[in-house]
């Protein structure tokens, strides 16, 4: 539950930085793959938190 709400927040923060890169005021080739990797990396814990591990 804890990983999921600070996936969150790191989505709402680097969506805001991409908002930034896009008005020229940090370099969108930088903030885009952080963006990327947040949006990745919540969707990765999302589907894998309830798989089968085996007997």
Known sequence: MMSTLISIVCIAVFFCLNILGMMHMLPLYITS?????SILFTLYRLNHRKTFKGF
């Open 33 to 37: 793959p952080l963006l990327f990797l």
